[in-house]
């Protein structure tokens, strides 16, 4: 059954990265996401894909919701130019407050802190602390060695989610956020934590 989406949280890198993809995903992003009427929730930076996704969902009239921590502002990396821009403590903070602003999230390609909060969020689903649906934006077939690797983790038995039925994993900004409107692949969920002993 089709959800309705009010916010996308999406995590992306501070860097524009080494291919010209990167930068022109972000922005079809960030556009698509303001002309649906949605809000963008992301990290609050004004650097890299996240500058460019912010940048293209305001120019086409989008809210843009950036969470920053405290020391990330204080280097003059916040984006001041954005709808709202909330600052916590940390990054924990900072990821929690993504999440609960959010009703689906997209993974863009990024560095060592958008895999932390990409694998952040698929575990909070397998723990049964949100069922929201995740996306990974597979640019240039960026995610492709993550997709192959949570295969590897799969077939050791250290995964509970069923990662290729489960993810949305699209190389298109249009059939991404559609899929995502629909809960996910065949309105997927991910299975809540099994119960704990005593």
């Known amino acids: 059954m089709k959800q309705p989406l009010g916010a996308i949280c999406v995590f992306c890198g501070a860097s524009h990265g080494a291919r010209p993809e990167y930068p022109a995903a972000a922005f079809e992003l960030g556009r698509t996401i303001a002309r ?3 809000t963008l929730v992301y990290g609050g930076g004004r650097a890299g894909l996240m500058g460019a996704v912010a940048d293209a969902a ?3 009239g989008g809210r843009v919701v950036g969470v920053i921590t405290k020391l990330l502002e204080s280097r003059e990396l916040a984006h001041t130019g954005i709808t709202e821009l909330r600052v916590v403590d940390s990054m924990h903070e900072r990821k929690m407050m993504m999440a609960d602003l959010a009703d689906a999230f997209v993974a863009l390609p990024g560095g060592l802190g958008t895999l932390d909060e990409l694998f952040e969020i698929l575990a909070w689903a397998q723990l049964g602390i949100h069922s929201k649906p995740v996306g990974l934006l597979n640019t ?10 949570l295969d590897q983790v799969e077939r050791e038995k ?4 069923n990662h290729r039925t489960e993810v949305v994993f699209e190389a298109s900004v249009d059939r991404m956020l559609e899929r995502l409107s629909s809960g996910g692949p065949a309105g997927a969920r991910f299975p809540s934590a099994p119960p704990q002993p005593g």
């Open 158 to 161: 250290f995964l509970r989610l």
């Open 36 to 38: 649906q009427g949605l």
């Open 58 to 60: 305001l120019g086409a």
């Open 140 to 149: 240039a077939g960026y995610y492709d060695p993550v997709m192959v690797f």
